[in-house]
């Protein structure tokens, strides 16, 4: 298993998928770009868990394949942070806005969220 280098707690694939099952990779190796991960997927030297966004371009040139995890796949909710005393500003706005509208228009399988944070039916 292929990993950003982070706490698997904040790893949906193991807090929504392999924890769950009660599963454990025989062994865990990361890799802080995405590029680096799609390169050793490709590779034969590993498996990953990305958003279907972050493959579309790997996908198209028939680097890697594609698997939907579980039933209905494992879902997440992304997040802007960003600080409070900027959330009003005019140009803020504007860019929340075109990421919102680009993220819809560009990205493969992305949902609206509702208030709550999950996926939008």
């Given at each position: 298993m292929i990993t950003y280098p982070v706490e698997q707690s904040r790893l949906d694939i193991f807090t929504q998928f392999l924890q769950?099952?009660?599963?454990?990779p025989r062994e865990i190796r990361t890799a802080e770009l995405t590029?680096?991960?799609?390169?050793?997927?490709?590779?034969?030297?590993?498996?990953?868990?990305?958003?279907?966004?972050a493959l579309t371009e790997y996908l198209e040139r028939d680097y890697v394949s594609a698997v939907k995890l579980g039933e209905q796949g494992v879902w997440s909710t992304l997040y802007a942070a960003i600080r409070e005393e900027t959330?009003?500003?005019?140009?803020?706005?504007?860019?929340?806005?075109?990421?919102?509208?680009?993220?819809?228009?560009?990205?493969?399988g992305v949902k609206p969220a509702d208030r709550d944070g999950?996926?939008?039916a």
């Amino acid at each position: 298993m292929i990993t950003y280098p982070v706490e698997q707690s904040r790893l949906d694939i193991f807090t929504q998928f392999l924890q769950p099952a009660n599963v454990r990779p025989r062994e865990i190796r990361t890799a802080e770009l995405t590029i680096m991960m799609m390169q050793l997927v490709a590779s034969g030297r590993g498996v990953c868990a990305l958003p279907n966004w972050a493959l579309t371009e790997y996908l198209e040139r028939d680097y890697v394949s594609a698997v939907k995890l579980g039933e209905q796949g494992v879902w997440s909710t992304l997040y802007a942070a960003i600080r409070e005393e900027t959330r009003e500003a005019p140009w803020m706005q504007d860019f929340l806005r075109t990421a919102r509208e680009t993220s819809f228009a560009v990205l493969t399988g992305v949902k609206p969220a509702d208030r709550d944070g999950e996926p939008a039916a």
